[in-house]
Structures are given as C-alpha cells and as structure tokens.
C-alpha cells in the first residue's frame, strides 16, 4: 500500500499528474471501479445463507452508522465553526476505507473464489 502511494506521491511531484488528471481518476475511481469491484464481490450462486449473511451486514451497516453519527455529533458539538463542524461529523461517519480496503482485504485474506477463500 505504500508503495502505491510513494508512486502516487512521485507522479505529482514530477508533474505527471495535474488537477484535471487528479479529477478525471477520482471520477473513474467512483463510477466505474467501485462498481465493478461491488459487482464481482456479490457474482456468487443464491443461497438462503448468503441472503441472511446480507441482512446482518447490513443491519451492523445502518447500525455502525448511526452510532457514528451519535459520536459524532456529540464529539463535536462545541466546535463554533459550522462548515469546520460539519467536515469533522462528515468525516467521522464516512470514512475512505472503500479504495485501498478491498485491495488490502484481497492481499491478506485472498480473493472470493467459489464460495471459499483463496490464500
């Protein structure tokens, strides 16, 4: 992961990437990646299992969240600055997890493959 990022990070002090460059990666990233890594984690066969699997994660999912914004709103209550308040609650309940967590995910734990993991 790091590595990516020193290359990431050597890319724009050279001057390889510009803000449009920035902007047009951001916006492939979000349209068209995490899609199409959402689509290829779900490609599975149907069973009842997996159908109550997906209810509990999203359960946890709706239930993680609220207390993020519980925490959130009582972490920063006082802080005067409304648009300054507003960023730090946004950033406690959303974090960026999606673009590096599922290639990490993948590198420690293997890629889904019919219906097992494979290490």
Do not use: W
């Not at 209810?55 to 709706?62: E, K, M, N, W, Y």
């Not at 209550?77 to 990490?104: C, D, W």
């Amino acid at each position: 992961m790091f590595l990516l990022m020193a290359v990431g990070f050597l890319a724009n002090r050279v001057g390889f990437i510009h803000e449009q460059t920035s902007k047009d990666l951001t916006a492939i990233l979000l349209y068209i990646v995490s899609p199409c890594l959402i689509i290829k984690a779900f490609e599975q066969p149907f069973s009842v299992h997996q159908l109550t699997q997906l209810s509990l994660a999203f359960v946890g999912t709706v239930l993680s969240y609220l207390v993020a914004i519980i925490v959130g709103r009582l972490a920063f209550h006082r802080v005067k600055n409304t648009e300054q308040r507003t960023a730090l609650q946004f950033g406690t309940v959303y974090s960026n997890a999606g673009f590096m967590g599922i290639p990490l995910t993948n590198a420690l734990f293997g890629s889904a493959v019919n219906g097992g993991y494979k290490m």
